[in-house]
């Protein structure tokens, strides 16, 4: 496994594995990396040939107040792991070799950034298509894998990638949890111990709605207030939003008759943890 800090040492070892035939992976990540970034790296190699993972904590996805400086960057332990999960290079660009030139260009997907983390993280997701828009262009892979946990970035990779005709695959993994439910996440080291039981509540109250749908509730208020009750329970947990809404549009679902994506964010302490389900009553 390389590791490496340059766009231009990037491209060359992918045309060489394109020269030798074989396909290419990209598991796109901030680092910090978990049980759920390693799903995916299993994943891509499964899927590729030759695996790239990225670690680069993007500065522009993050807003004024938010962790930037705190974000962890654990990279031996990282690199460590990317080894042992089968990626053949992992990329670690530094801010300057991202972003080293003033930028006058940026990607923007409109209306599906619009509700749910959109509307409490302005910016964000600019900054992600902006960043996803170069990690792509960079790598050039056949599949790029992501994980359901941030289940509003993968409806606007995909159409991102839709919309510019990248030939590129957007491959969407489950999200992977802790045994008590919990979705796992970098930011979960934020927690303290309390923090952290009472952070499962999250995933209670998903499943909590899935069992009402299964006992035949299908009006997405009653849906959400069931979620939203079970959070505001929890004293300390501030709940951002508790969304029921269209799979593939992020429109609220008034009547539940065919996927939907129920989403909830909350901060807790300093950590702000997102979770969700999707839920299909057509099967
Ligand atoms: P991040 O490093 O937080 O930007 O995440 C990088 C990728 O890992 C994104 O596609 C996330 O959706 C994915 N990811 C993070 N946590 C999980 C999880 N618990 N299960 C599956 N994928 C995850």
Redo the contacts with the bound molecule.
């Keep these: 496994m390389d590791s490496v800090e340059t766009i231009m040492v990037v491209r060359h070892a992918v045309a060489a594995a394109r020269r030798a035939g074989k396909t290419i992976g990209l ?11 390693t ?2 790296m299993d994943a891509a190699r499964v899927a590729c040939d030759f695996v790239v993972v990225s ?1 680069f904590v ?1 500065p522009t996805q993050f807003g004024p107040q938010e962790d930037l400086e705190a974000y962890p960057r654990p990279l031996e332990d990282d690199l460590a792991l990317c080894r042992d999960h089968g990626a053949d290079l992992v990329f670690i660009p530094s801010v300057d070799e991202m972003y080293g030139r003033e930028t006058l260009t940026h990607v923007e997907v409109t209306q599906l950034t619009e509700p749910l983390c959109g509307e409490k993280r302005p910016g964000h997701f600019h900054g992600v298509t902006t960043v996803c828009t170069k990690l792509f262009n960079i790598v050039q892979a056949d599949q790029a ?6 289940a509003q ?2 409806v606007v990779i995909k159409r991102l990638v839709a919309d510019l005709n990248f030939p590129l695959e957007i491959v969407v ?5 802790a045994r008590d439910g919990l ?5 979960n080291r934020y927690l303290n111990t309390a923090q952290r039981h009472d952070a499962t509540h999250l995933y209670r109250s998903l499943c909590a709605c899935r069992r009402a749908i299964e006992q035949g509730e299908r009006q997405g208020a009653v849906l959400e207030r069931i979620v939203r009750e079970i959070l505001e329970a929890v004293p300390s947990l501030e709940v951002e939003y508790v969304a029921v809404v269209d799979a593939d549009t992020l429109t609220p679902v008034k009547n539940l008759t065919h996927a939907a994506l129920v989403a909830v964010a909350a901060k807790l302490g300093s950590a702000r943890l997102i979770d969700n389900i999707v839920v299909d009553v057509t099967g």
């Design positions: 598991v796109p990540t901030m680092g910090a990396l978990h049980a759920g970034h799903s995916l670690i993007n894998f992501f994980g359901q946990k941030d970035q993968t993994c489950p999200t992977v949890r979705a796992i996440s970098s930011r």
